[in-house]
């Protein structure tokens, strides 16, 4: 797996970058916005390591930037912040997933070889229509009407899962255990923040729902025509 770290802090920087190597991965080391912004679009990797707090560009800016440009790569956002309102916000601007500081090397670990099994399901030429949605499963292209959603690898994965289970409630261990694949390294907070991330770009609405909370037990994709 080839990583980018970009971090500005120096100590924690080569702490990081010495675990990486310990662990045998192809690391990359940038110090600021600009130039985690420039590798990342020529450097080829499977993971960006984002500090949400860079000089010159912020780690939310970058992402941002990055994603505008269609970039498809895995970005992690490590951030002091760990507020339920500071995590969407480092999902919306892009990131798959989201670390608060400090953390443990074990779970940054953990967290990138999830993020490095990107592809859950193998590709399909399947479309599917549901409420007001068009889903293309080759490509990751999604329609709502004549408007093109732009969402990331991690969204995407939940919005499939649980349409595939169209009128079914999914407790929240078992969409953290399906799209998350792992059970200890991604709290319900952050599976939470997803969700209200994936409402907010499908525009979801009291007169049009997609997802159903169903208190005590989790999640719903309410139609059922998939």
Not at 26 to 54: F, P, S
Not at 70 to 92: C, F, Q, S
Not at 184 to 193: Q, R, S, Y
């Amino acid at each position: 797996m080839k990583v980018l770290l970009a971090e500005d802090d120096l100590r924690l920087g080569k702490l990081i970058m010495k675990m990486l190597k310990k662990e045998q991965y192809t690391a990359d080391w940038v110090e600021d916005g600009r130039e985690a912004y420039v590798h990342a679009l020529t450097g080829d990797y499977d993971v960006i390591i984002l500090d949400w707090m860079l000089p010159e560009q912020s780690g939310i800016q970058v992402s941002q930037s990055l994603r505008k440009e269609d970039y498809k790569g895995a970005i992690l956002m490590l951030t002091a912040r760990d507020a339920l309102e500071d995590r969407v916000n480092g999902l919306d601007a892009g990131a798959d997933d989201y670390m608060a500081k400090p953390f443990a090397f074990e779970e940054l670990f953990a967290r990138m070889r999830s993020l490095g099994r990107r592809t859950i399901y193998p590709i399909e030429h399947t479309i599917i229509t549901t409420h007001d949605l068009f889903i293309d499963l080759s490509s990751h292209v999604i329609k709502k009407g004549d408007e093109t959603l732009s969402l990331t690898s991690r969204e995407f994965q939940l919005l499939i899962y649980l349409v595939k289970n169209s009128g079914r409630v999914l407790s929240k261990e078992m969409i953290l255990s399906k799209v998350w694949e792992t059970h200890g390294d991604v709290t319900f907070n952050t599976m939470e923040a997803y969700v209200k991330l994936l409402r907010k770009k499908l525009g979801q609405t009291k007169q049009n729902s997609y997802i159903k909370t169903v208190r005590g037990s989790g999640y719903m994709w309410e139609d059922r025509h998939v």
